[in-house]
């Protein structure tokens, strides 16, 4: 079964703090790997996608890269706008509609 | 621009009642889709259309479920008989083509449904 596991469950930083939030998936043949952010209230926003292992794919303050089992987003020196749940989804290969989600890290970022 | 709409944005129903939620993808989307998102958890897939062919209906949890999509465009989801564990925010996507190509879907912000 296609599966997608992020970790971890919840993030702390203090502004300016780096650290990687990690998501690791079993899929049958993987298509595309992706992440998005979701603010409270709103639906996620996309962020990147990544196609094969050691991919990487960089936007502002954010680095996502990909291995054969998981996919880090580093956080660089974030901000608290950055204060976000981040979420990862896998699609498999000969599956051209689903997205498989993982249940996301939310991070707080304090001034 | 114009996103993803949805509506109800809110809605609060009894136990055993039918609910519709309406989605309007961006236009000229081909693909638009259908995902959960219960308290906490991550998005659950649901429905997913793509132009004229067959929807696919592998995540609807129950006979309760249906969705459609008329002329190409506005969809909506169906649920019959609710159950309190029907409660989540629906959220509605769509994409200009499959999502396989770019991952890119863009979403509404979501129908929010309380079952009491």
């Known amino acids: 079964e296609d599966q997608v596991t992020q970790s971890p469950e919840a993030l702390r930083l203090q502004e300016g703090e780096s650290s990687s939030l990690n998501c690791s998936y079993t899929?049958?043949?993987?298509?595309?790997l992706f992440w998005y952010r979701q603010d409270p209230g709103k639906g996620p926003e996309f962020l990147f996608t990544l196609y094969s292992a050691g991919e990487e794919k960089e936007k502002e303050r954010l680095k996502a890269t990909l291995t054969k089992k998981e996919s880090f987003l580093h956080i660089t020196a974030p901000k608290p706008e950055d204060s976000a749940t981040y979420l990862c989804a896998v699609q498999a290969a000969g599956n051209t509609g689903k997205l498989i989600f993982g249940q996301g890290t939310t991070l707080q970022v304090k001034p | 621009g114009a996103g993803v709409s949805q509506s109800p944005s809110n809605k609060v129903t009894e136990k055993g009642k039918d609910v519709e939620l309406r989605c309007d993808p961006i236009?000229?989307?081909?693909?638009l889709y259908w995902y959960r998102q219960s308290l906490g958890q991550g998005l659950e897939f649901l429905i997913y259309f793509q132009g004229n062919s067959a929807p696919d209906k592998s995540g609807l949890p129950s006979d309760r479920f249906s969705a459609e999509r008329t002329g190409g465009s506005v969809s909506t989801l169906t649920i019959q008989r609710t159950q309190q564990e029907d409660s989540a925010v629906y959220l509605c996507a769509s994409s200009h083509r499959l999502a396989g190509n770019t991952g890119e879907l863009f979403f509404g912000e979501g129908s929010r449904l309380t079952v009491l």
């Open positions: 899929v049958s043949g993987l298509r595309g």
């Open positions: 236009s000229g989307h081909t693909a």
